[in-house]
């Protein structure tokens, strides 16, 4: 049996000397989705910066491929980490953002920007500044480095906000295809969405 | 072949070409230094010689605080639109993004300073030995200041009151540079040759270089933590 692409053992987590997270333990294999789900406050953004390496636990341990995670040494290639915010320097255009990112990053991109923003719809504003760009253009932007980098573990932490309806549909069938290739993606939403694998959902108590 | 790893390159040609798109953060520090410089003869009494020797600590002094103001938008940016944990969770070495970091600083706030000391000096009057040793002494303490303040930016950015924090640690170790950068200068123009300051200031940058894009490094993961 292969090795879980994701370990979470034991963990708790606090945000800003508040615990939010207590004794949480899972699993993630290849093919799988897990959706984190719970209200606000329940620690959903916090759990995922601990998954990729942003923060450490409190207790426990976060493992990737076997390999303990820790906040000085991320391991880039094992990991794409969506988060709240796009990432995305204002006064450059989509293009030169990813670009950036292809030339500094370890490992190599898999895929260039100009395809990855094809495919996304974004041929046309691939060059406008991102400041002059929608809130749903730049999510859209910020979800190219899914396509651009290979890495088997995805987290996105509300991956669908801000994005019209065929662009949902196309984040959808790229945690579809994602899955077929035996990746694993932990997601925190509060939309529903629609994906040909069974989603594990883990709801998260607000700890008073 | 270039002459500094890829992502030094891209990383100070990132910050370029950004600074250049919203050239206001370029021109702030450039006019506070040449309003301080301007404001200053009006200040102090009309007595023959008094103001051109000291000048060149005038010069010093509007170049330090300029270059410390401009340094509270190194990280800023990056840190407010999620861009620096992009750069920290691509894999990039963050010791060569500091690196970048500060070198595109200096060029957009360092450099143009000691280049602009040059015409300023000249118009208060100093002589042509002092005006060449301010602007050599104004380059290497700007590349020095742009190098440690970088480390400290990225320790600063995103806490409640970072700039004022910012300042005020950057301020202890940008002071020796004021004293030896302004010493060297003034003894220019007594005619003395200033090697003892510019070895000094000479090794404070090759120390700076060899430090502070590790403490830079070390300084963003504490934040992003």
């Keep these: ?208 | 072949m270039t002459l500094f790893p890829r992502t030094v390159n891209e990383t100070t040609s990132r910050e370029l070409r950004k600074t250049f798109r919203n050239p206001s953060e370029i021109f702030y520090p450039l006019i506070f230094f040449v309003l301080v410089l301007t404001m200053f003869p009006f200040a102090i009494p009309p007595v023959p010689g008094l103001f051109n020797s000291i000048a060149s600590g005038i010069l010093w002094t509007a170049a330090l605080l300029a270059i410390s103001l401009s340094l509270e938008t190194l990280f800023k940016a990056d840190y407010r639109s999620g861009a620096l944990e992009v750069i920290h969770l691509s894999g990039a070495d963050l010791v060569l993004v500091g690196v970048g970091k500060s070198l595109g600083h200096w060029i957009i706030s360092g450099l143009p300073i000691a280049l602009l000391a040059f015409p300023i000096g000249w118009a208060l009057d100093l002589n042509f030995l002092t005006l060449w040793v301010l602007v050599l002494t104004l380059m290497l303490g700007s590349a020095t200041m742009s190098l440690t303040g970088a480390s400290i930016s990225a320790l600063t950015v995103g806490l409640r009151g970072g700039g004022f924090l910012l300042v005020m640690l950057t301020l202890p170790f940008f002071v020796p540079l004021l004293i030896f950068g302004s010493s060297a200068a003034t003894n220019a123009s007594l005619g003395i040759v200033p090697e003892a300051e510019l070895y000094f200031l000479g090794g404070m940058f090759v120390l700076s270089l060899t430090v502070a894009p590790w403490a830079t490094a070390h300084a963003i993961r504490i934040r992003l933590g």
């Design chain 1, 1 to 208: 049996m292969s090795k879980p692409i994701l370990e979470v053992t034991n963990i708790s987590l606090s945000r800003a000397q508040n615990l939010v997270v207590r004794d949480l333990s899972f699993s993630v294999s290849s093919g799988e989705i897990i959706q984190l789900s719970g209200s606000n406050g329940s620690g959903k953004t916090t759990i995922l910066r601990a998954l990729a390496g942003l923060i450490m636990p409190d207790n426990g341990r976060v493992a990737r491929l076997g390999e303990k995670v820790g906040n000085t040494t991320p391991s880039s290639n094992s990991v794409i980490y969506i988060g709240h915010r796009h990432g995305l320097e204002e006064n450059l255009s989509p293009l030169e953002n990813l670009n950036f990112l292809s030339q500094v990053s370890t490992p190599s991109p898999i895929r260039d920007g100009v395809s990855v923003l094809g495919t996304l719809g974004l041929k046309t504003s691939m060059h406008v500044l991102t400041t002059r760009l929608s809130a749903g253009q730049k999510q859209r932007v910020s979800l190219a480095r899914l396509l651009m980098f290979d890495a088997p573990l995805w987290l996105l932490d509300e991956p669908f906000t801000a994005l019209d309806t065929s662009s949902k549909k196309q984040l959808e069938n790229m945690i579809d295809a994602h899955l077929d290739r035996k990746g694993a993606v932990v997601l925190a939403t509060h939309q529903t969405f629609n994906c040909k694998s069974q989603v594990i959902n883990y709801s998260l108590p607000v700890i008073v």
